[in-house]
Structure formats: structure tokens, C-alpha cells
């Protein structure tokens, strides 16, 4: 494969999240588009044959139906239910490298005090099937689900969207209250440190019946995607196989550090971003050869929490 098809192949999951969401590193998320039609007035329209609906609040689903779907006749059947993303997860990430070679990752997690429902379920994307090789997480359970499209993932071969989510939940049902925080999550990899996902919700799924019709469960269906049944949150994580050269990563970084940049994630004239954007430029143009990262070592001490967090997993991932 030429290198240039590879191009973006790690960075897609954090475009998503920047350009759909308007996420920063552990910050909350803004307005979009609704994929499904906002019930604004509280009035169901019930000539409509959409039955799925975003309101009447921005926090709320609605779904309502008749007893007879074909014809839109008969006593209906009407739910409101809670959104799951009503969550505001604060990230961060601190990385080791290990004696044997393998990076470890260790993740503090806050819900904001303003957040509308405790933590209760956390997905990080992966990769690649091999991307974890331990975890810790308390009494959390943690469980590895098949991203869609992947659900017979060859080992060892990354993709260029998640191929595997590690999936955490709060065995105790209480989960992370608004305010309140956990720090002992922990991953071991032999993947290098890049940006991905972290999807937060508050339950697994709505609280809605399992036998809703089946035109009503297909027009729910696009609510259950990802980055609308979660609060999607950029991170740090494992995500480059060693076998990646470093320029590319170099290049990878520098494509992450400017759509952060567009995003208002970072401050372009801030001296920690261009000390990364020099940096990142320098091995680049190497091709992966005599560049150092002596420059960013020496920001760090006045760099912010988002721009430390990025000069570690940069830092680690090109030496």
C-alpha cells in the first residue's frame, strides 16, 4: 500500500467528532443537525408517517405511533424518553511506556457538575483488534463490541474507522454522578498514543419497548448510532501500530493538531502550538529522520492541560 492511501487512515474518528460535533479534548458538545424531525410545538402530527421525533426539549425523544400503522388509525401508542447523551465527560489521559515496549494509559474521567445524568456506560475506540491487551477498571465491567461493518476484523489490521470499541459499565448502576469523577481506568497497549474517541451515555439503550414496529424501530435506529446515543469526547489513545513510520504519524498529528485548531479546541498563537506544529513540520520533512523534540519538552512546563496532554502522546509516539 503507498503511503498515501493511507493518509487519514488513524484522524477520521477525530474529524467526526470535530466537524459533526464541534467536541474539544473533554469538553462538551454543540448544537447539529437532527437526523430526525424536532418536535418543537409538543403537537405530534398525526397524518405523519415519521414517528420518531427530537423534543418536545433538545434532552427528550419522542416516539409515537398508531395501533395500526398502515392506516394511521387507532389509539396511539406515545413515549418521551430521556436522551443518553445528557452527559459532559472531562478527559484526561496520562501515558507510560513501559520497560517491555508497551504504552500505558491511565484515564481520569469527570461528568461536569451542569451534566443532565450520571455516567453509567464508556466506549474508547479502537483500531484494531490487537490495540488492547489489558485493562483495568474497577468494578466497571469491561466487554470489546465489533464496531458495524467489522464484526469479522482480521487481527492485527487497522482500519480506518473503529474496528472494536472497549466497552465499560458501571456494574453498580450508579455510575458517575454530575461533579463526581473515577481514576482508575487503565489500558495497556502496544499501539502508540494518537487521538480517538471516548463515547459516554448515561444508560445502554432508551427505555422504550423491545417490540416497537418495525418502521418505528428503523426510524429509531439512526438515534442509535453512536454519536447520537453518546456524548462522543476526544482523547488520547492507542492508536498507532509500531510498524507506522513516523513521519506518517508526524502528518497524522499535524492533520489532528489543525482541525483542533479550526474547532477553537487550540489557540494557534499559543507558544505550545507552535512548538507542535514546528515540531510535527520538522519530522515530517525528515521523513522521520534527525528531528527533536527537545522544543516541545521545553513548553511543556507552561503548555496547557490539552496541549501537555497532545506533547505526551506526540512525544511518545515519535521517539
Do not use: C
Request: charged content about 15%.
Amino acid at each position: 500500500m503507498r503511503m498515501t492511501n493511507l493518509t487519514s487512515v488513524f484522524v477520521l474518528p477525530l474529524l467526526v467528532a470535530l466537524n459533526v460535533h464541534g467536541q474539544s479534548v473533554g469538553v462538551g458538545a454543540t448544537p447539529m443537525l437532527s437526523p430526525v424531525p424536532i418536535l418543537s410545538s409538543g403537537t405530534i402530527p398525526t397524518d405523519s408517517k415519521q414517528f420518531v421525533f427530537l423534543g418536545p426539549k433538545a434532552s427528550q425523544l419522542t416516539i409515537s405511533y398508531p395501533a395500526d400503522i398502515a392506516t394511521g388509525t387507532g389509539p396511539r401508542q406515545t413515549y418521551t424518553v430521556k436522551m443518553l447523551n445528557q452527559v459532559r465527560p472531562v478527559v484526561s489521559t496520562a501515558i507510560s511506556r513501559m520497560p517491555d515496549g508497551t504504552f500505558e494509559y491511565s484515564y481520569s474521567i469527570r461528568n461536569d457538575e451542569n451534566a443532565g445524568d450520571a455516567i453509567r456506560v464508556l466506549s474508547l475506540a479502537l483500531p484494531a483488534t490487537d490495540a488492547l491487551q489489558g485493562l483495568t477498571a474497577g468494578s466497571w465491567s469491561a466487554a470489546s463490541d465489533a464496531a458495524p461493518g467489522h464484526e469479522r476484523p482480521l487481527a492485527g489490521a487497522a482500519s480506518m474507522t473503529p474496528v472494536v470499541f472497549s466497552v465499560l459499565r458501571d456494574t453498580k448502576g450508579t455510575g458517575i454522578a454530575p461533579g463526581q469523577s473515577i481514576t482508575n481506568i487503565t489500558i495497556r497497549s502496544v499501539y502508540r498514543p494518537g487521538l480517538t474517541l471516548l463515547y459516554s451515555r448515561s444508560n445502554d439503550d432508551y427505555e422504550v419497548p423491545a417490540n416497537l414496529p418495525d418502521v418505528v424501530a428503523q426510524q429509531l435506529a439512526v438515534m442509535r448510532a453512536p454519536e447520537w446515543k453518546n456524548h462522543p469526547t476526544i482523547v488520547v489513545g492507542p492508536v498507532y501500530p509500531k510498524s507506522l513510520p513516523r513521519d506518517f504519524v508526524a502528518n497524522e498529528f499535524s492533520y489532528g493538531v489543525a482541525r483542533l485548531i479550526d474547532g477553537g479546541q487550540l489557540k494557534e498563537s499559543s507558544p505550545g502550538v507552535t512548538a507542535i506544529k514546528n515540531v510535527l513540520a520538522a519530522v515530517s520533512r525528515s521523513g522521520g529522520q534527525n528531528a527533536s523534540l527537545d522544543q516541545l519538552q521545553s513548553v511543556a512546563r507552561t503548555a496547557t492541560v490539552t496541549e501537555n496532554e497532545l506533547i505526551s502522546a506526540i512525544v511518545l509516539s515519535l521517539r
